[in-house]
C-alpha cells in the first residue's frame, strides 16, 4: 500500500507496491538506465546474481539460489501510509526502515493517502450515470461507463526484472493522451458538512468521472480498466491491505478499491478547506495508484524497490508517487469544465500538494522521504494539469533530483 503522505512508523520492507528509494541521498541525480536483461541495474546497485522470474501473490516456488532462480514467497506485507496522523506531522520521528526483505516479495498492498474515523460501508453505485446534454460537447461521450467492479482480473505481473523495468520506464499508456475536455456529474459539494448519503453519491460519482476520463487511455493502450468501489470509514478498517487509520484515504491492490475517512477534509489545511475539489484530487491521486496497478508499474516498482537500498528504494518510492500526483493534475484539467475548476483554481489545488509534501510535513526542509518534497509534489502536480500525454508523467527517466 502507498500512501497520500509520508509514515511517521517503522519503514516496512518492500512489497507489493512498496515504497522505495531510487539514489542515495547526497549523490548527483542520476538518469534510471533501463536495465537490458534481469542481471542489469542501474549504477549503484548490487547485482543480481541470476535471471529472476516473477511468480502471482501465493505462488510457492522455491527461493532464488545460484541454480534456482525463483521467486521466494512473502512473509510480510507493507502497512498502511496515509495523509494525516501518521503521515509525519512537524515534531514527529522520521519514519525508519526495517532491515533487509525477501526478494520479490508480492503481498497486499494499499496505495493510499486519507484515511477518517466513524463506521465503514461502501460506496456502490448500481445505476448508469446520468447523460448531460448537448451531446458532442465534451469528449469520451461514447465511453460506456462501467459499474464498480468487486472482482476484477487479477493486475498483471511481471515476469522477470528486465520487464519490469520495461513496464516502469517504456509502458504503453505513456504513448496514449487523456480527452480535454470531459464531462464530470461530481460536481462540488461541501465535504466537511456532506451527510454519508451525499458523499456515497459524491464519490461514486467521482469514480465514474475517473473512468471516463482514463478508462479510453487505459483500452487504447491495451489495458483492462477496473472502476473501484469506495468504501468509506468512520474509524480504524480492516481490508486486505491491513488495517486503514483515521485521517487517510487508500488505494489497496488487494483487492483494487479504494478506502476513504469520512474525517479526511478535517486535515486539510485551513486555507485550503474552501478550494474547489481539494478531496477530490486526493481521490485522483489515489486512482492514479489504481493505473500504476492496472499497467503493472505498481508491482514493477516494488519489485525494484525490494532489491535496493534505502536511498534507490526511497527515490523509487518518490517516483511513484509523484507520478500518481501527475496524472490527477491530468485528471482536474480534463473535467476542469465541468466541474468549474480553472487555471487560477488548478494553481490552488496545486497548494494541497505542496502541502502534503515531505519536508512540509515533517517540518524539516531537509528530510529525505518517500513521497516526495512539497515543491516536487506541486510541480508534478502541474505538470499533469498543463499536458494530455500520459508519458509526461514518467518519472522513472528523469534524474533523481526531479523527485526529490
Known sequence: ?????????????????????????????????????????????????????????????????????????????????????????????????????????????????????????????????????????????????????????????????????????????????????????????????ASRSELQTHLNELTGCLMRVFGPALEDAGYIPVRPSVTIYTSTVNTKCGTMPMQNAAYCSADQQVYYAADLPSIVPPDLQGVNYVVESVIAHEFAHAIQGRTGILISEAAWEQRSDDATANSLSRRLEVQADCWAGQFIESVGQSVGIDQNGGQELSDLFYSIGDDVLSGDPNYDGNHGRGQTRQNWFMEGYRTTLMGSCNTFEVGDDQVR
Do not use: H
Open 1 to 193: 500500500m502507498s500512501q497520500w503522505g509520508q509514515n511517521q512508523g517503522n519503514r516496512p520492507n518492500a512489497g507489493y507496491g512498496a515504497s522505495s528509494q531510487w539514489g542515495a541521498p547526497n549523490t548527483p541525480p542520476q538518469q534510471w538506465t533501463p536495465a537490458g536483461q534481469w542481471g542489469q541495474q542501474p549504477p549503484g546497485w548490487a547485482p543480481p546474481q541470476g535471471q529472476q522470474p516473477w511468480a502471482p501473490p501465493g505462488a510457492q516456488r522455491p527461493a532464488w539460489s545460484p541454480n534456482n532462480a525463483g521467486w521466494q514467497a512473502p512473509q510480510q506485507q507493507r502497512p498502511i501510509t496515509g495523509y494525516g496522523s501518521n503521515l509525519g506531522v512537524p515534531g514527529a520521528q522520521p519514519p525508519k526502515r526495517r532491515g533487509g526483505s525477501n526478494i520479490l516479495k508480492l503481498v497486499l498492498f494499499v496505495i493510499g493517502g486519507f484515511i477518517v474515523a466513524m463506521g465503514a460501508f461502501s460506496l456502490f453505485s448500481n445505476t448508469d450515470d446520468p447523460v448531460v446534454n448537448p451531446p458532442g460537447e465534451y469528449e469520451n461521450e461514447n465511453y460506456q461507463v462501467p459499474q464498480v467492479d468487486q472482482n476484477p482480473p487479477e493486475i498483471p505481473i511481471p515476469e522477470t526484472y528486465t520487464e519490469a523495468t520495461q513496464w516502469l520506464t517504456e509502458n504503453p499508456i505513456y504513448d496514449v493522451n487523456v480527452a480535454v475536455p470531459v464531462r464530470c456529474e461530481a460536481t462540488p459539494i461541501n465535504l466537511a458538512q
